[in-house]
């Protein structure tokens, strides 16, 4: 079967041997062996649907971070659609090359009370032979049925947590950027733009970076293996490890975990992407574990 689901979630097998696990709670992808596993998962991460997943690829909408725009005032770090259970959207494809399901999230009575635009997400994950594909499909639902219609804005990130060794690992290419480095001790240290003169930015200290318009192409190599990661109408990347500084204050990272991940995260998230009444917004990511992740 290239399609397995649970109540909780479901499990893509693609006929060359690759695997990919989704959870309906944050449609969040926790699993991916292209053929060893490529994501990290904190082993002390919650997956029961209480508290968004410490690991995998949680998705960012409708704010990165706290909230910034007036119509997020209500919403906590990183937003809802993380910490809500997605629906069941069924296979769309499977054959030789490639498996894909699709996952949904329309407002449900606790994201109305807290946020009262009208949208459907559309979450689309494809497992190929050696890569992963997700996608978000923002849909703007007003002027439609009783809804006047009306544009809104919003924030979307994947938050994916790359497996690799982070004494080790460098990103690339990000030089000449700006970026906002928010482990800045002051407001307005984190709100100065720098400029990234690394070819390739390390995570060997705390690390929070936010750069702005990238190139949505980028490696991440260490000694013995890479990955590469394209993004498509996400024009920001975010690089994150919070090292023992921040991580020994989680408490659903395992001790040690900052050891074994960067996160690598294609958003839009410095100001904010807008959509039309009945238009529909995507942003995509590619996770390469094949060719592409050249050594
Ligand atoms: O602990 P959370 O809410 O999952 O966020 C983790 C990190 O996510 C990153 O994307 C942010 O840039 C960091 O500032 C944040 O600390």
Same mark, same amino acid.
């Given at each position: 079967?290239?399609?397995?689901?649970?109540?909780?979630?479901?499990?893509?097998?693609?006929?060359?041997?690759?695997?990919?696990?989704?959870?309906?709670?944050?449609?969040?992808?926790?699993?991916?062996?292209?053929?060893?596993?490529?994501?990290?998962?904190?082993?002390?991460?919650?997956?029961?649907?209480?508290?968004?997943?410490?690991?995998?690829?949680?998705?960012?909408?409708?704010?990165?971070?706290?909230?910034?725009?007036?119509?997020?005032?209500?919403?906590?770090?990183?937003?809802?659609?993380?910490?809500?259970?997605?629906?069941?959207?069924?296979?769309?494809?499977?054959?030789?090359?490639?498996?894909?399901?699709?996952?949904?999230?329309?407002?449900?009575?606790?994201?109305?009370?807290?946020?009262?635009?009208?949208?459907?997400?559309?979450?689309?994950?494809?497992? @190929?032979?050696?890569?992963?594909?997700?996608?978000?499909?923002?849909?703007?639902?007003?002027?439609?049925?009783?809804?006047?219609?009306?544009? @809104?804005? @919003?924030?979307?990130?994947?938050?994916?947590?790359?497996?690799?060794?982070?004494?080790?690992?460098?990103?690339?290419?990000?030089?000449?950027?700006?970026?906002?480095?928010?482990?800045?001790?002051?407001?307005?240290?984190?709100?100065?733009?720098?400029?990234?003169?690394?070819?390739?930015?390390?995570?060997?200290?705390?690390?929070?970076?936010?750069?702005?318009?990238?190139?949505?192409?980028?490696?991440?190599?260490?000694?013995?293996?890479?990955?590469?990661?394209?993004?498509?109408?996400?024009?920001?990347?975010?690089?994150?490890?919070?090292?023992?500084?921040?991580?020994?204050?989680?408490?659903?990272?395992?001790?040690?975990?900052?050891?074994?991940?960067?996160?690598?995260?294609?958003?839009?998230?410095?100001?904010?992407?807008?959509?039309?009444?009945?238009?529909?917004?995507?942003?995509?990511?590619?996770?390469?574990?094949?060719?592409?992740?050249?050594?």
């Amino acid at each position: 079967m290239p399609v397995q689901t649970s109540e909780s979630k479901v499990t893509l097998q693609h006929p060359k041997g690759a695997t990919a696990e989704v959870l309906l709670y944050g449609a969040t992808v926790i699993s991916w062996k292209s053929p060893d596993e490529r994501l990290f998962l904190s082993s002390k991460a919650i997956l029961d649907g209480s508290k968004a997943v410490r690991g995998g690829i949680p998705v960012v909408f409708p704010c990165f971070g706290p909230p910034s725009h007036p119509d997020h005032t209500r919403l906590s770090q990183h937003g809802f659609a993380r910490s809500t259970l997605w629906s069941w959207g069924g296979v769309t494809e499977d054959n030789e090359k490639v498996v894909v399901v699709k996952l949904a999230l329309e407002p449900t009575e606790a994201i109305r009370a807290v946020y009262d635009k009208p949208f459907k997400l559309t979450y689309v994950v494809s497992l @190929f032979e050696s890569d992963l594909k997700t996608e978000l499909h923002v849909e703007n639902t007003s002027g439609s049925s009783l809804q006047a219609p009306e544009p @809104f804005e @919003f924030q979307a990130l994947f938050h994916t947590y790359i497996r690799a060794p982070s004494k080790d690992a460098l990103v690339s290419p990000l030089t000449s950027l700006s970026y906002f480095d928010k482990t800045e001790a002051t407001e307005e240290g984190r709100a100065t733009a720098k400029t990234e003169t690394r070819s390739g930015v390390d995570v060997t200290k705390f690390t929070d970076s936010v750069y702005e318009n990238a190139p949505g192409s980028y490696d991440v190599k260490w000694p013995g293996g890479a990955l590469h990661i394209s993004a498509k109408g996400l024009k920001d990347v975010v690089v994150w490890n919070p090292q023992a500084e921040g991580g020994s204050t989680m408490g659903d990272m395992e001790a040690g975990g900052w050891d074994h991940f960067v996160c690598v995260e294609p958003g839009t998230v410095r100001g904010f992407a807008k959509v039309a009444p009945g238009e529909t917004w995507v942003g995509e990511q590619t996770l390469s574990a094949g060719s592409k992740a050249a050594l």
